[in-house]
């Protein structure tokens, strides 16, 4: 498989490039990773594409529970 950019990722999925580096840095897609190297100001930013796929084929949503505290209060 090719290379999957978060510009592919926001075009297939009909979102802003910028909400989608913001949801993988918060964990709240399963198909990606953000990192942040110490003393560097961005971020890398890792698509799996199998695990994409999968996630566009099965109807994904994003995993806000990772966005709420106990009791469904949000943090």
Known sequence: MSRIT???V???????PNVV?????AGLYP???AVQMPGRKH??????PAKFEE???TGG?????????REGERL
């Open 21 to 25: 580096r913001a949801y993988i840095r």
């Open 61 to 69: 949503k994003p995993d806000i529970s990772k966005l709420m505290g």
């Open 43 to 48: 971020y890398d930013y890792t698509i799996f």
């Open 31 to 33: 198909f990606a990773a």
């Open 10 to 16: 926001a075009k297939r999925l009909q979102k802003d």
């Open 55 to 57: 996630y566009c084929n």
């Open 6 to 8: 978060v510009n592919d």
